[in-house]
């Protein structure tokens, strides 16, 4: 009967935050939502003037909008490295933050893509794209993985939260507005927990896993592919494909370790996400950093070996020149320190994990942007080195960009519980069956409309039971 | 043997059905995969009609006219950067004025290159017109291609200005309208086309292309025309002859006698354009000569040729 304790406190916390909103949430999304507004404000700015309104000239071609797009695109890995790989592995301790990192995945996408309509010359044209697409241009293959990849993680966030909103109908049925109770009733789509259902649920999440792996891979392999179909210095590299993809699954880790400890704190979640998550996806990003800090060092020696032509710039750019101070940043403080700061026992505490978790998302972001920035700066020409520094649009729509990725983020958590509740119960059943000797018995139907094996129990409770 | 097969036959049916209904789930699967696929096209767009011959042709007979391999040659030993005449390059100037090129960009730009042992040259450097065109390569929207003689042109109206090409010319030699291009109002009377992209189009990339509107008519580029040294020969690859406006030479000879180089040749683009090494000593320009190109002005200005518009 502790598990029934156990499931009733879990339910009732992480229902709290959408049964009853709390000001500060909506304080929260009115903020964001005008950091979000202003980015479009500085967009319009742009529509109406041009690219001229930003730094970027005919050397220096593409700037933030592009590390930008690098970079959620990179985060939108943090769903499909807990959620998939983990579920593929069967890791039991990932069940409490999958939800959460799903999320990110979806929001990243959508903002990460846009992306590249603020970076358009004629974002009017956007509709060419599909008319006259060449399947030639890596750009067109761009499009097709990041749509096919969005739409299978809307699908893979969707399905697991099926019985949570069922949940969801079913509790709140007249408490929340009714619009609320409509789209709960919706998009339940008439889950009542029964045997069959549950088997459809689970056959669907196993498909969805396994087809979001290879989806998740070819994204980030042909965003890479942008940059190395060009012959231009420090992208001109076969290895990019799996160095932008680990770099993709590393940033995606940061991500959510830092959604978990904000979300943790701010809906009271201790019980649910504890050390042992922290720890576990700390062990990860730990390993991550040194795959791809093998894969930076492979990338930077080999051309350091030979300073070849264009490279030869590209490196004392990088490593003593303009923008030095950021790739030292990136290489102290988004390897080395985030991989101390885990390996060593004393500061692989939660804190320690989130430090170094922050500082990873910092260094990921800069890492995109002296990917993207010092290579265009390389003169291809007898000239002199290109120049750029973005300018108030720019950095407004980046700022808005975030504010957008916060915002759908929070409106997300205003509305659907950020804990998979039936997976996380599920969970628990199956570490510690004894607790539950109605799991055995498929014949306790009778017991207050909760079935049988509680998973099933906890998805089909009444509203009554209030 | 015999039971064997009678077993799998017992077995058959059932088994047919079932790989049937898998083999069906397997096509619906395969079919929302595809299904997407006739959005894109795999091979280049057909262009409009009118786009690529818009600008009539003075004779009836251009129908006829064999299929050009347009090159150019640039005969470095005749370039001094202007600087015997004491003028910014002329060959940038009359570009500028030909097309209404807007300020900041130099379609045809020299720049000055440093020789091995010391000196420097004065190197032109149009669009390269590769006939391995990286830029050609990754246009999602086939907005930039090969006409029918081999010079790369950009269709301003289909453009979406990701600047793709800009990143992937080894050269530099793509341009993009940033905001709305400053132009004198003739340029708002010129008819556009992607042969003669005047007005430029804010949001779009523009580039050389060899004056192919002139080339149509028989005339030399502006550039080639405008060059006070005649450095710039135009050449056809199927005729074998290339023309200066001065003298005419047989292509082949011309750039095997001369130890003729292509720009960057070992990225493998096959540009367009050879080089006849040289550091203008026909004009008495000596290889240390220190003095700079005069800087280039977008006056498009008075000695404005009035009928190069076709």
């Known amino acids: 009967m502790a598990a029934t304790a156990e499931r009733e406190r879990l339910e009732d916390t992480v229902l709290q935050p959408i049964r009853r909103p709390s000001r500060a949430h909506d304080a929260i999304l009115v903020l964001l939502g005008l950091v ?25 071609i593409w700037g933030l909008y592009i590390t930008n797009f690098v970079f959620f695109i990179g985060i939108s890995h943090a769903g499909t490295l807990i959620s998939a790989i983990l579920r593929v592995t069967q890791a039991g301790w990932r069940t409490s933050v999958t939800r959460m990192a799903e999320v990110i ?78 789209m709960y009733r919706i998009l339940a789509a008439g889950w009542t927990g029964t045997e ?34 060009t012959l231009r210095p420090g992208w001109n590299s076969t290895a990019f494909g799996p160095y932008f993809v680990v770099g993709a699954i590393f940033s995606g880790t ?5 959604a978990m400890v904000i979300f943790r704190r701010l809906f009271h979640l201790e019980e649910w996400v504890t050390v042992k998550q922290f720890r576990y996806l700390g062990y990860l990003m730990l390993g991550l950093t040194l795959i791809y800090a093998y894969f930076t060092l492979g990338e930077y020696l080999t051309v350091w070996y030979k300073l070849p032509g264009e490279e030869k710039h590209l490196l004392e750019l990088l490593f003593i020149g303009d923008r030095a101070p950021l790739f030292w940043f990136f290489v102290l403080g988004g390897l080395v320190a985030p991989a101390l700061l885990v390996a060593l026992p004393w500061t692989r505490t939660i804190s320690g994990i989130v430090a170094a978790s922050i500082l990873v998302n910092i260094a990921m972001w800069l890492k995109r942007f002296i990917i993207v920035v010092p290579t265009l700066q390389v003169p291809l020409m007898p000239f002199d080195f290109g120049r750029y520094s973005p300018t108030w649009v720019e950095w407004s729509v980046t700022v808005g960009s975030f504010g957008w990725f916060l915002f759908l983020y929070a409106l997300f958590a205003r509305f659907f519980p950020l804990i998979s509740i039936w997976e996380v119960v599920e969970e628990q059943e199956k570490r510690a069956p004894v607790l539950v000797p109605a799991l055995a018995s498929r014949g306790a139907e009778g017991d207050g409309g909760r079935g049988s094996p509680v998973a099933a129990g906890v998805l089909r409770v009444s509203g009554g039971e209030e | 043997m015999v039971k064997q097969r009678t077993d799998s036959d017992d077995q058959g049916p059932s088994d047919t059905r079932a790989s049937r209904r898998r083999f069906i789930q397997w096509l619906a699967a395969a079919g929302a995969v595809i299904a997407p696929l006739p959005w894109v096209s795999f091979a280049e767009k057909e262009r409009p009609a009118g786009s690529s011959p818009t600008t ?43 097309h209404f090129v807007p300020e900041g960009q130099q379609w045809l730009q020299i720049y000055e290159q440093q020789t091995p042992g010391g000196g420097s040259f004065f190197q032109p450097t149009p669009c390269y017109q590769c006939e391995n ?37 080894p050269y530099q030699r793509r341009f993009f309208n940033w905001g709305d291009p400053n132009l004198p109002p003739e340029a708002a009377f010129a008819s556009y086309s992607p042969e003669y992209p005047v007005p430029a189009k804010r949001g779009t990339v523009i580039k050389c292309m060899f004056c192919v509107h002139r080339l149509r008519l028989g005339r030399l580029p502006a550039c080639s025309e ?15 002859v290339a023309t200066n406006g001065l003298e005419v ?13 292509r720009y960057k040749e070992e990225l493998g683009t096959q540009p367009r354009v050879y080089y006849i090494p040289g550091h203008g000593q026909e004009f008495g320009r000596k290889a240390q000569d220190e003095r700079d190109l005069l800087p280039v002005t977008w006056d498009y200005g008075l000695p404005h040729s009035a009928g190069h518009q076709p």
Not at chain 1, 37 to 60: E, P
């Open chain 1, 36 to 60: 979000a507004l202003w980015g479009l404000f500085a967009w319009s700015v742009q529509l109406r003037r041009g690219l001229i309104v930003t730094g970027m000239r005919d050397v220096v």
């Open chain 1, 105 to 182: 995945t979806a929001v990243a996408l959508m903002v990460g893509a846009i992306q590249i309509v603020f970076d358009l010359g004629r974002p009017d044209r956007l509709l060419n794209v599909f008319i006259y697409g060449r399947f030639q241009s890596p750009l067109i293959w761009d499009v097709f993985a990041v749509t096919t990849y969005l739409t299978g993680s809307m699908i893979y966030l969707y399905l697991p939260l099926i019985p949570d909103l069922a949940l969801l109908r079913d509790r709140l049925a007249g408490i929340a507005p009714r619009w609320q109770q409509a």
């Open chain 1, 196 to 229: 069959s259902q549950q088997r459809f649920l689970h056959r669907a999440i196993n498909i969805m896993m396994i087809l979001i792996i290879p989806i998740a891979v070819s994204v980030h392999t042909v965003v890479s592919w942008v940059f190395a179909m």
């Open chain 1, 254 to 258: 940061a991500a959510i370790i830092t």
């Open chain 2, 56 to 98: 009539p042709s003075p004779q009836d007979g251009a129908q006829t006219t064999p299929r050009r391999q347009w090159v150019m040659v640039i005969d470095l030993r005749k370039c001094d950067g202007c600087l015997s005449i004491d003028t910014p390059p002329q060959c940038t100037e009359a570009c500028i004025r030909e």
């Open chain 2, 133 to 169: 065109a990286p830029c050609v390569n990754v246009c999602p929207v086939g907005a930039t291609y090969h006409n029918e003689d081999g010079i790369v042109l950009i269709d301003h109206l289909r453009c979406i200005g990701c600047r793709f090409c800009m990143a992937a010319c």
């Open chain 2, 226 to 240: 405008g060059c006070p040294m005649r450095a710039i020969y135009m050449g056809d690859l199927n005729e074998d």
């Open chain 2, 249 to 261: 030479v047989q292509l082949s000879t011309f750039l095997a006698e001369n130890n003729a180089y």
